[in-house]
């Protein structure tokens, strides 16, 4: 089986988004540098740092499904039925949209909660990993157990609201470092959920 | 004169203390370490990497004047008397305690604001840096356009709840990185403020 992992962008003050799910300020590292990276299953092209393109080389391949809310579905209009990385994706809802229910659909939805949902994901993505993206779905999956490692790419802003990475958690969790790569425009932090 | 900056070590979930004012899980990095580094100004002798032990050469000596605020006083004791770095430390409270009202006093308690108390330590300061340690009045100088530099040491745990670093910040503020150095069981981040 592969690892459950958390991956975003993060304002140093903790926020994956604004009040209104504005992402801006935090996603400007993606467009802050001079190597050009193509994002998997996207036309977008991500222009980085050396630095920053060799981490997507080591980590996008190993991701094998991936695991988001509702919301980040929604706000994305569902990527145009093109999900990030190319991989297949549960999203967690109790109104599965109708229009994205079909056999060839990239997107599985799961009406039964985030335990499900990463269960089936991890079934899916077998010895690759399974990313989460969403806050939300992360602290679920954290309280539950379920998450290996917390990968924050640390943008140089202060948003001073918007949508808290971590929240609502009650119990101090241990965590061990894994790596600190400095890009342009970002800090890539990784590490390891002590359990 | 020299500049305003904010210190301390901070938990990757964004907390500088648990809720009653613990400190032991994101201060444990004070003594993971092989270096041993006797903290000015107290009894207190650190043991860390050589990385931070380098950063600590580098930054202390710059370091004229502290500002903080009641609570830490209060919670610190009012160190013995013997404030951190060893530097004089303006108290921003409305109650002077008396006992600590005196001409050899090391602390100066400041009445009229956070505004007043990072002008008159920059004064006192002179040509050496001013650094804010408590989350609030770190906040408030922030608002007023008076942080020059933030330096977070993030500790690899998540606090879950407790007193947040950033909070009731209303606008968002750029910030330009400085340096990110790995230590043992520390993170060091430096940021600019942009105005």
């Known amino acids: 089986m592969g690892k459950v992992i958390f991956n975003n962008s993060v304002s140093l003050d903790g926020f994956v988004a604004g009040p209104n799910d504005e992402v801006d ?18 036309e977008m092209v991500f222009k980085v740092s050396p630095a920053s393109a060799a981490l997507f080389d080591k980590t996008w391949p190993t991701i094998g499904a991936s695991v988001l809310g509702r919301r980040m579905f929604d706000v994305s ?15 967690v809802t109790h ?37 989460i993206s969403s806050a939300n779905i992360m602290q679920q999956a954290l309280k539950a157990g379920l998450l290996d490692e917390i990968y924050m790419d640390l943008a140089p802003v202060l948003l001073g609201k918007g949508i808290r990475l971590f929240d609502r958690l009650t119990e101090p969790i241990e965590l061990e470092p894994i790596h600190v790569i400095e890009g342009k425009g970002v800090t890539h932090l990784g590490f390891r959920v002590v359990r």
């Open 25 to 42: 300020e935090i996603f400007k590292w993606y467009w802050s540098g001079d190597v050009e990276v193509p994002f998997p299953g996207s």
């Open 95 to 131: 109104r599965p949209p109708q229009e994205w229910v079909k056999e060839e659909s990239p997107f599985t939805f799961v009406t039964d909660g985030v335990v499900s949902a990463v269960q089936q994901a991890k079934q899916y993505a077998g010895a690759k990993d399974v990313v």
């Open 77 to 91: 209009h569902a990527w145009g039925g093109k999900p990030p990385l190319g991989v297949h994706t549960f999203v």
